[in-house]
């Protein structure tokens, strides 16, 4: 089975800028999350998609926004971008929108200068 | 809130040696509790998990139990090996939301 691809790996972006990052969800799966980790720190909720909709959504501004499409893959999209922005971004996917286990991609490496 | 407290790494110890790595959360009702690992150069996937106050959650020789009374789910393992060099978090599910509540992460690294 295909696990959760991300894509890029690793992006430079202008304070202020937007930004799209883009996820392939695992096989089977139709829910989608999405979390930042600052270094050194543990995976913070952005917020989760079910069926195409936001079904759950961490503490985070709503320049923080998401797309999943009816094959769901997701992405994540971020407007504005601030220095504090710059973090990994995981996608994971998972059968269910309940406590299923999450199944990471790799993350993508954003850094706003 | 809810919210997820484990012991701060970085943690060494040497091959066979006992690992115990604490984590202590903070939920109303009964989350469900996980632990998460996270290899070099990989990205982070499930190591076990436990749903309801007494479970024993097991897996590739670590173990956790889920104890209400102390807010805890501690990770254990009797005999760790270089392979097992890694950072692990802790974390809890809470159906409201929908949402994941993970520490900050422990970096073990395991010496022959």
């Known amino acids: 089975e295909t696990g959760v691809t991300q894509s890029p790996t690793h992006l430079i972006k202008t304070r202020g800028q937007q930004v799209t990052l883009r996820c392939s969800s695992q096989?089977?799966?139709?829910?989608v999350s999405w979390y930042q980790q600052a270094l050194g720190q543990g995976p913070q909720f952005i917020f989760q998609?079910?069926?195409?909709?936001?079904?759950g959504r961490g503490n985070f501004p709503p320049r923080f926004s998401g797309l999943q499409f009816p094959n769901y893959s997701s992405e994540l999209n971020v407007n504005a971008l601030e220095l504090d922005d710059s973090a990994l971004y995981l996608c994971?996917?998972?059968?269910?929108?309940?406590?299923?286990?999450?199944?990471f991609g790799n993350g993508t490496r954003l850094t706003v200068t | 809130g809810n919210s997820v407290t484990q012991m701060e790494g970085p943690v060494t110890l040497s091959e066979e040696a006992f690992l115990t790595i604490n984590c202590t959360y903070t939920a109303t009702g009964y989350p469900s509790l996980f632990w998460y690992v996270q290899y070099p150069g990989e990205g982070l996937q499930l190591l076990l998990k436990?749903?309801?106050?007494?479970d024993k959650g097991s897996n590739k020789g670590f173990e956790a139990t889920y104890r209400k009374e102390t807010t805890s789910f501690h990770l254990e393992k009797g005999s760790v090996q270089v392979s097992d060099s890694a950072v692990y978090f802790c974390a809890l599910f809470k159906n409201t939301g929908n949402q994941f509540y993970f520490g900050t992460g422990t970096s073990l690294t395991v010496i022959p």
């Open positions: 998609y079910y069926r195409e909709e936001e079904n």
């Open positions: 096989s089977g799966h139709n829910t």
């Open positions: 436990a749903t309801k106050a007494d």
């Open positions: 994971a996917s998972s059968l269910r929108q309940d406590n299923s286990p999450l199944h």
